[in-house]
């Protein structure tokens, strides 16, 4: 800009002048803007919605199902089944947490449904559960650790799918 500014003629600067004209009023606009509204987000959001939805941590029960959605933030959840016989759980962009260790029976085809999404989501399974999993990953990893009991019969059918992320299966 000063360079535009301390140009020695004025006619040289054919399309100089609009283009300093707008940054110039494009400067003053957005001062002007910062002095009379400072707490003015610059996060635009349709009409009709809370910035303080953004961030979501839920988890529901139906039945012996779980349901556990995490949006933007960090979730831990302790699963308070007696009977497992499925459910699902969904991070986009954080860290969830989905502890196992309170369910002491499974149904027979007990599957669970995991989505992660810019994020980490880690399953923390009892020693007594065999897992079987069926991965779908664009730029993610899931990952087993710990080992399981030698004679273990029951079995949970984990459906990952990972985009950007990481979902790690613990047995604990």
Known sequence: IFNLITEPGIADMDWRVPL????????????VSSIRSPKKSWIIMP?????SEITKNDCTYE??????????????HNIQLPRLSGGS????????TIDLSNCTQTAESCTLDLRCTFGTLTL???????V?????????TVKEQGSIDSETELTIYVNCTVSFGEIKIRHI
Do not use: M, W
Not at 47 to 51: E, I, Q, T
Not at 89 to 96: P, Y
Not at 132 to 140: D, L, P, R, W, Y
């Open 63 to 76: 039945g012996d199902q779980f349901r556990c959605v995490t949006a933007f933030g960090h979730g831990d």
């Open 47 to 51: 009409s009709g919605h809370n910035p």
């Open 20 to 31: 300093l004209a707008g940054l110039a009023l494009l400067g003053l606009d957005l001062l």
């Open 124 to 130: 923390l399974v009892p020693r007594k559960y065999r």
């Open 89 to 96: 759980a969904e991070i986009n962009f954080g860290e969830l």
């Open 132 to 140: 079987e999993t069926v991965t779908n990953s664009a730029f993610g």
